[in-house]
């Protein structure tokens, strides 16, 4: 099956060659309202590298762009949020984000920011080339604002339930739980998320509309007939809007954050965040090309040649801005080209939950770099192995370790320390002599001389969770023809065939260094050390004389070391504060009861007692046995059920409230005089109400 998918990928790559001089690749601009998850890296920053990394092995020509998406809304709710200035927030985040980036290794060419001065101009500029073109609508719609401010509100600024799947809490521009994007008016029952004490009215406002009705029929054929190989998730979202009557879609905003509409007339008005931030991946271009001409050279060599291809990697949720909203915007610009691919992912969740931001449901990069150090690799590893490429996926820290413990560790990392060490035992680390091959030796050659062409033709068509399995295959061919000919056996009868199984085992070694280059960069650094090798060549993939006889090897070391149970405990711990903080958070009290007269309450006689003694009750998980001074000179039995809650020894000396006059009960044999007040937790949790100061055992509450 292999054979005839290699053919057809031949056919197909050679035809790219000769279309493409040079691949533009873009990574979509995290917004600056916090740091970068695991969902961020497993559907965008992690395949992204993996790709770019590829084609620079291949010695391609290749731009890798990313930067900070710095305007739109979320950044100022955070900045409201804080009390400080949205500059303050985009500053802190972007640094943050920026640095992430760096420290796990994600190689962008250039990342700035859409605060830039030449980004300003340069989504002014192409605004501009749109309206004067008359690419664009000028329109007066009524428009959600405050009922009590009367200031427009925003698509995040309005919440309520999505008409797709009925999850409450849907913002008016997307559904966070099934990823549709909407517009406020779709929601249903939709209130003001910043002031939901205020109502939501309607008035007039002047804003300026892409036509994307105009289009239709060329976004038709240009992703429907065109671009039948894009993924499915991809093609079908795309199809299902195509199907419907696209509407003209609003590219400014009645906001005081952003960049300010160059047209007369647009005054409190700035671009809409789904205009300006796509533009980013070009005026960054731009930036990188203004600053080393001598490398890159003019930016539109990266935008408007037609033998530049373009690549888009994004998030499912950003597929419609990617490939009908921006394209159309370059379409009606006129002279830039297309993107060729949109491998936009699923959505990855974390320990079986929706990754969130507003929940802090999230494995945070910056704080994964603290917590592991060193360990970039794992989790490139673990997120590629994991990649929602075609449906959702789920990140668990238990899966986390396995992977890391049982695959990294136990067949990679196995492979190469048992290769490098054996080689230092009997060799003094120098590469032996290949001697005679036997059936053994041939059988092994034949399964990994195809490395190269099975993992290209993986990585050419954004398959880079098959890809890195073809990757670590290599270990494991490695560790069977090890296994099997067990070296150590045979160096008591025959060195010279010891020399050959070590010569194929080192080669293969140093495949793996170069199959893993693109997927784990850090750890390829580190087995090149060992090989004592400067570089890694893509083009020697599947040989078997990358090491030459006599090559002296470096120091082995471990590759890769096991993550123990206490280190996924903290994780694990650190997720169910989460969760108890977010309980906490979005705690609402139960409804209050039917209302009683005064004179029922009086009824109720309430006392201040003193715990002297507490005892748990023989035979009973729940009782506890409280021996209670309550001011008359004769002590009170009072049983409680709360054992689940406290130990008896925690309880005695505290002054408590009690319901004195409740008819006696019995229970376990006990006669209990009363009730103990206590209050329940959002949480579960229960604590005794107890009084503070100086109280006499038998005062009245009242």
Same mark, same amino acid.
């Given at each position: 099956?292999?054979?005839?998918?290699?053919?057809?990928?031949?056919?197909?790559?050679?035809?790219?060659? *000769?279309?493409?001089?040079?691949?533009?690749?873009?990574?979509?601009?995290?917004? &600056?309202?916090?740091?970068?998850?695991?969902?961020?890296?497993?559907?965008?920053?992690?395949?992204?590298?993996?790709?770019?990394?590829?084609?620079?092995?291949?010695?391609?020509?290749?731009?890798?762009?990313? /930067?900070?998406?710095?305007?739109?809304?979320?950044?100022?709710?955070?900045?409201?949020?804080?009390? !400080?200035?949205?500059?303050?927030?985009?500053?802190?985040?972007? %640094?943050?984000?920026?640095?992430?980036?760096?420290?796990?290794?994600?190689?962008?060419?250039?990342?700035?920011?859409?605060?830039?001065?030449?980004?300003?101009?340069?989504?002014?500029?192409?605004?501009?080339?749109?309206?004067?073109?008359?690419?664009?609508?000028?329109?007066?719609?009524?428009?959600?604002?405050?009922?009590?401010?009367?200031?427009?509100?925003?698509?995040? *600024?309005?919440?309520?339930?999505?008409?797709?799947?009925?999850?409450?809490?849907?913002?008016?521009?997307?559904?966070?739980?099934?990823?549709?994007?909407?517009?406020?008016?779709?929601?249903?029952?939709?209130?003001?998320?910043?002031?939901?004490?205020?109502?939501?009215?309607?008035?007039?406002?002047? *804003?300026?509309?892409?036509?994307?009705?105009?289009?239709?029929?060329?976004?038709?054929?240009?992703?429907?007939?065109?671009?039948?190989?894009?993924?499915?998730?991809?093609?079908?979202?795309?199809? +299902?809007?195509?199907?419907?009557?696209?509407?003209?879609?609003?590219?400014?905003?009645?906001?005081?954050?952003? !960049?300010?509409?160059?047209?007369?007339?647009?005054?409190?008005?700035?671009?809409?965040?789904?205009?300006?931030?796509?533009?980013?991946? !070009?005026?960054?271009?731009?930036?990188?090309?203004?600053?080393?001409?001598?490398?890159?050279?003019?930016?539109?060599?990266?935008?408007?040649?037609?033998?530049?291809?373009?690549?888009?990697?994004?998030?499912?949720?950003?597929?419609?801005?990617?490939?009908?909203?921006?394209?159309?915007?370059?379409?009606?610009?006129?002279?830039? !080209?297309?993107?060729?691919?949109?491998?936009? @992912?699923?959505?990855?969740?974390?320990?079986?939950?929706?990754? +969130?931001?507003?929940? %802090?449901?999230?494995?945070?990069?910056?704080?994964?770099?603290?917590?592991?150090?060193?360990?970039?690799?794992?989790?490139?590893?673990?997120?590629?192995?994991?990649?929602?490429?075609?449906?959702? *996926? @789920?990140?668990?820290?238990?899966?986390?370790?396995?992977?890391?413990?049982?695959?990294?560790?136990?067949?990679?990392?196995?492979?190469?320390?048992?290769?490098?060490?054996?080689?230092?035992?009997?060799?003094?680390?120098?590469?032996?002599?290949?001697?005679?091959?036997?059936?053994?030796?041939?059988?092994?050659?034949?399964?990994?001389?195809?490395?190269?062409?099975?993992?290209? &033709?993986?990585?050419?068509?954004?398959?880079?969770?098959?890809?890195?399995?073809? &990757?670590?295959?290599?270990?494991?061919?490695? @560790?069977?023809?090890?296994?099997?000919?067990?070296?150590?056996?045979?160096?008591?009868?025959?060195?010279?065939?010891?020399?050959?199984?070590?010569? =194929?085992?080192?080669?293969?070694?140093?495949? =793996?260094?170069?199959?893993?280059?693109?997927?784990?960069?850090? +750890?390829?650094?580190?087995?090149?050390?060992?090989?004592?090798?400067?570089d890694t060549d893509w083009a020697q993939l599947g040989s078997t004389e990358l090491l030459k006889p006599g090559h002296q090897l470096g120091t082995p070391a471990l590759l890769f070391e096991k993550i123990e149970d206490e280190a996924i405990e903290a994780q694990l711990k650190k997720l169910e504060d989460t969760k108890k903080a977010n309980e906490a958070a979005n705690y609402v009290a139960a409804p209050v009861k039917e209302n009683?007269?005064?004179?029922?309450?009086?009824?109720?006689?309430?006392?201040?007692?003193?715990?002297?003694?507490?005892?748990?009750?023989?035979?009973?998980?729940? =009782? =506890?046995?409280?021996?209670?001074?309550? /001011?008359?000179?004769?002590?009170?039995?009072?049983?409680?059920?709360?054992?689940?809650?406290?130990?008896?020894?925690?309880?005695?000396?505290?002054?408590?409230?009690?319901?004195?006059?409740?008819?006696?009960?019995?229970?376990?044999?006990?006669?209990?005089?009363?009730?103990?007040?206590?209050?329940?937790?959002?949480?579960?949790?229960? %604590?005794?109400?107890?009084?503070?100061?100086?109280?006499?055992?038998? +005062?009245?509450?009242?």
């Amino acid at each position: 099956m292999f054979s005839n998918f290699a053919e057809e990928y031949k056919k197909h790559n050679i035809m790219e060659e *000769n279309k493409f001089k040079r691949t533009t690749v873009t990574a979509a601009l995290p917004y &600056a309202n916090g740091g970068v998850h695991i969902g961020h890296l497993a559907g965008v920053y992690v395949p992204a590298d993996i790709y770019v990394r590829y084609l620079r092995l291949k010695k391609q020509e290749v731009m890798f762009i990313g /930067g900070s998406d710095e305007h739109g809304v979320p950044v100022t709710i955070r900045a409201r949020k804080e009390g !400080i200035t949205v500059q303050e927030v985009v500053d802190r985040y972007h %640094n943050l984000i920026k640095k992430s980036f760096e420290d796990f290794g994600i190689s962008f060419d250039i990342y700035s920011r859409t605060t830039s001065k030449i980004h300003h101009k340069f989504a002014s500029d192409f605004f501009r080339t749109l309206y004067d073109k008359h690419e664009l609508v000028e329109k007066t719609e009524e428009q959600f604002c405050d009922e009590v401010t009367g200031e427009f509100l925003t698509d995040r *600024n309005i919440v309520g339930t999505c008409p797709r799947c009925g999850a409450e809490g849907a913002y008016g521009d997307q559904c966070e739980k099934c990823g549709a994007t909407l517009s406020p008016e779709e929601l249903i029952n939709p209130t003001n998320k910043n002031n939901p004490g205020h109502g939501l009215v309607k008035k007039a406002t002047k *804003n300026w509309y892409l036509p994307l009705n105009k289009w239709q029929d060329w976004l038709k054929q240009w992703i429907l007939e065109d671009h039948k190989e894009w993924r499915p998730n991809v093609y079908g979202q795309c199809k +299902s809007w195509l199907d419907m009557d696209l509407q003209p879609r609003a590219m400014t905003r009645d906001l005081d954050w952003g !960049i300010p509409v160059p047209v007369e007339g647009a005054e409190g008005k700035v671009l809409y965040v789904w205009f300006d931030a796509p533009i980013g991946y !070009i005026s960054n271009t731009k930036e990188l090309c203004d600053a080393q001409p001598e490398k890159w050279g003019p930016w539109q060599k990266w935008w408007q040649d037609p033998t530049s291809r373009l690549i888009h990697f994004i998030g499912k949720d950003n597929i419609v801005f990617h490939c009908i909203v921006f394209p159309t915007m370059l379409k009606a610009h006129g002279d830039y !080209i297309l993107p060729d691919n949109v491998p936009s @992912n699923e959505f990855l969740n974390l320990e079986n939950d929706k990754i +969130s931001t507003s929940r %802090n449901w999230a494995v945070w990069l910056h704080e994964y770099l603290v917590d592991f150090p060193g360990k970039q690799d794992v989790l490139r590893y673990v997120l590629t192995a994991n990649a929602p490429e075609t449906k959702d *996926n @789920n990140f668990t820290w238990k899966d986390f370790q396995d992977r890391n413990n049982n695959e990294l560790v136990a067949v990679y990392g196995n492979f190469v320390n048992r290769a490098l060490q054996l080689t230092k035992k009997y060799f003094n680390g120098v590469v032996p002599e290949c001697g005679e091959l036997q059936e053994v030796d041939l059988k092994t050659i034949e399964e990994f001389k195809d490395v190269k062409q099975k993992v290209e &033709a993986l990585l050419d068509t954004f398959k880079f969770r098959d890809a890195q399995k073809e &990757a670590m295959n290599l270990a494991r061919i490695g @560790n069977k023809y090890i296994t099997d000919c067990e070296p150590w056996h045979v160096a008591k009868t025959d060195m010279e065939r010891v020399k050959t199984i070590l010569y =194929l085992s080192l080669q293969l070694v140093a495949n =793996l260094e170069i199959a893993f280059e693109p997927f784990l960069p850090f +750890s390829s650094a580190r087995l090149r050390e060992m090989l004592n090798v400067t570089d890694t060549d893509w083009a020697q993939l599947g040989s078997t004389e990358l090491l030459k006889p006599g090559h002296q090897l470096g120091t082995p070391a471990l590759l890769f070391e096991k993550i123990e149970d206490e280190a996924i405990e903290a994780q694990l711990k650190k997720l169910e504060d989460t969760k108890k903080a977010n309980e906490a958070a979005n705690y609402v009290a139960a409804p209050v009861k039917e209302n009683v007269d005064f004179d029922t309450f009086e009824k109720l006689d309430i006392r201040v007692g003193h715990i002297k003694d507490c005892q748990k009750v023989k035979k009973s998980k729940k =009782l =506890l046995q409280f021996t209670i001074d309550d /001011g008359s000179g004769v002590d009170r039995t009072i049983l409680s059920g709360i054992a689940a809650y406290y130990e008896p020894e925690q309880l005695i000396g505290k002054d408590v409230l009690f319901v004195a006059n409740f008819a006696p009960r019995k229970m376990m044999g006990i006669e209990s005089q009363g009730m103990i007040l206590s209050a329940v937790n959002f949480d579960g949790t229960l %604590n005794v109400t107890t009084v503070t100061g100086n109280v006499k055992p038998g +005062s009245q509450v009242g």
